[in-house]
T-cell receptor, first 113, second 114 residues
Framework: GENVEQHPSTLSVQEGDSAVIKCTYSDSASNYFPWYKQELGKRPQLIIDIRSNVGEKKDQRIAVTLNKTAKHFSLHITETQPEDSAVYFC????????????FGGGTRLMVKP | KAGVTQTPRYLIKTRGQQVTLSCSPI?????VSWYQQTPGQGLQFLFE???????NKGNFPGRFSGRQFSNSRSEMNVSTLELGDSALYLC?????????????FGPGTRLTVL
């Protein structure tokens, strides 16, 4: 089955700096990669996703890149703000083997004002 | 539209008991997935239901089961509870499938097994 590893587990940045979270996956057939943000005590929310036929996707201050050859994808947050502080989860799906999301272990991002 | 709702929000049970959790998806959503979230294991997929049929199942023992009703509401059941079943159980709904439509999570049910 799929295995997703996420690094780092914690990340502390200064407000205004950039943050990068990296994930690697094991199943080369995986084709959909969402990122979720979970603030303390709240439910996870989808913030951005990317499909295997795309190399990069941007949405305002957030971007995701995918390297299919190396089987890794990354979340980039620019101009970080205190409200970006949360736990971020990456995930992967091989929808030819069922729509089962496999999550990374999560990254706790702390943005210091 | 109302968001995904889950009941109850908190539950305390003892080992050996069974428990039923309920999830009401966003109106019109037909896919409902269940996840277990623990500090040690992170977020793990339990199962997914679509049109009253289990479409996918994660790697959990048979003590974990679920069902979906014709109105897309879903329940999950855990029998013979173990201490390790203490977790936040999240359900999530999407229109048709996780990889084609945005998946929205409910607030979760926090289960404590004593």
């Amino acid at each position: 089955g799929e295995n997703v590893e996420q690094h780092p587990s914690t990340l502390s940045v200064q407000e205004g700096d950039s943050a990068v979270i990296k994930c690697t996956y094991s199943d080369s057939a995986s084709n959909y990669f969402p990122w979720y943000k979970q603030e303390l005590g709240k439910r996870p929310q989808l913030i951005i996703d990317i499909r295997s036929n795309v190399g990069e996707k941007k949405d305002q201050r957030i971007a995701v890149t995918l390297n299919k050859t190396a089987k890794h994808f990354s979340l980039h947050i620019t101009e970080t703000q205190p409200e970006d502080s949360a736990v971020y989860f990456c995930a992967a799906i091989n929808n030819n083997a069922g729509n089962m999301l496999t999550f990374g272990g999560g990254t706790r991002l702390m943005v210091k004002p | 539209k109302a968001g995904v709702t889950q009941t109850p929000r908190y539950l305390i049970k003892t080992r050996g008991q069974q428990v039923t959790l309920s999830c009401s998806p966003i109106s019109g959503h037909r896919s409902v997935s269940w996840y277990q979230q623990t500090p040690g294991q992170g977020l793990q997929f339990l199962f997914e239901y679509f049109s009253e049929t289990q479409r996918n199942k994660g790697n959990f023992p048979g003590r974990f089961s679920g069902r979906q009703f014709s109105n897309s509401r879903s329940e999950m059941n855990v029998s013979t509870l173990e201490l390790g079943d203490s977790a936040l159980y999240l359900c999530a709904s999407s229109l048709l499938a996780v990889d084609t439509d945005t998946q929205y999570f409910g607030p979760g049910t926090r289960l404590t097994v004593l």
